[in-house]
C-alpha cells in the first residue's frame, strides 16, 4: 500500500531577521509607524489615568486623615476652652470670698447698719425691732443703731443681742409680726448657683447677653440722642 504524502505548501513565510511573517492563512500584520505610536500613547495615557487615579485616592484618604486629625485637635481645643471658662469663673468666685471674708472682717459692722437701717425705714410702727449679731458687735451696734432708729423716726425700741451662732457681719433682725436674716453662707450660695447657671448656658448665649446692652443702657442712649 502506498502512503499518500501531502505536499509541502511552503506557506510560512519568514523575513530576513527570522520573524513569522505569515503562518499558512494567518498573515501577521506589521504595524505603521503612526500605528505603534498611536498605540503606544494609548497605552501611556492608560498608565498615566490610572496613576492619577491612584494619586487622587491616596490623596483623599490624606484628606480624611488630616480632616478627622484636626477635628480631634477642635475638639480638644474646645474642651480645653471649656475647661479654662469654668476654672476662671470659680477662681474668680473664690478670690471674691476673700475679699468679701476680709472686708467683712473689717466693715462687719456696717454691713450690719446698712441692713438694719433699710428694716428701720419700714418697720417704723413696730413697737420694737430685736436684732441678734456676733457678739464682739453688740456695744458698737446698739448706739448706731439707736441713732439711725432716731433719723429714720423709730419710735420703738432698738434691742441689739449677742448670739455665739451669729456669724460675724451677719445678723437677725425680729419684730412683732416677722424676722429676716441676713447671711454670708446663703448669699455665697446665691452667687456659685449664679455661676453655675452661668457655665451651664451655651458660651455664645452667654457672650450674648453679655454684649447685650440692658434697658437702663438703653435708655441713657436715647435720652442722650434726643
Do not use: N
Not at 409680726?177 to 448669699?187: D, K, M, N, P, V
Not at 447677653?209 to 441713657?220: L, N, V
Request: aromatic share 4%; hydrophobic share 45%; glycine share 6%.
Amino acid at each position: 500500500m502506498t502512503t499518500a504524502h501531502k505536499r509541502y505548501a511552503f506557506d510560512r513565510v519568514f523575513d530576513h531577521d527570522g520573524t513569522v511573517l505569515r503562518d499558512g492563512d494567518r498573515v501577521k500584520r506589521m504595524l505603521t509607524e503612526a500605528e505603534a505610536e498611536e498605540r503606544a500613547a494609548a497605552a501611556a495615557k492608560a498608565a498615566l489615568e490610572s496613576e492619577e487615579a491612584k494619586s487622587s485616592a491616596a490623596a483623599a484618604e490624606a484628606l480624611r486623615t488630616i480632616a478627622g486629625r484636626a477635628q480631634a485637635v477642635l475638639q480638644r481645643m474646645d474642651a480645653e476652652s471649656e475647661r479654662m471658662r469654668e476654672e476662671a469663673a470659680r477662681l474668680a468666685v473664690a478670690a471674691a470670698r476673700v475679699i468679701a471674708g476680709r472686708a467683712l472682717d473689717r466693715y462687719a459692722a456696717d454691713t450690719v447698719e446698712a441692713c438694719a437701717r433699710e428694716a428701720l425705714a419700714d418697720l417704723r410702727g413696730e413697737p420694737r425691732l430685736a436684732l441678734r449679731v456676733t457678739p464682739s458687735l453688740v456695744d458698737e451696734l446698739s448706739q448706731r443703731l439707736q441713732d439711725e432708729a432716731d433719723l429714720a423716726g423709730f419710735e420703738g425700741a432698738v434691742i441689739v443681742r449677742g448670739d455665739e451662732e451669729v456669724a460675724l457681719g451677719d445678723c437677725v433682725l425680729e419684730w412683732r409680726s416677722g424676722a429676716i436674716e441676713r447671711t454670708s453662707a446663703e448669699i455665697e450660695a446665691r452667687i456659685g448657683e449664679a455661676v453655675e447657671r452661668w457655665l451651664a448656658r451655651p458660651r455664645a448665649d452667654a457672650a450674648s447677653k453679655e454684649d447685650a446692652p440692658d434697658d437702663g443702657d438703653a435708655a441713657t442712649d436715647d435720652g442722650a440722642a434726643a
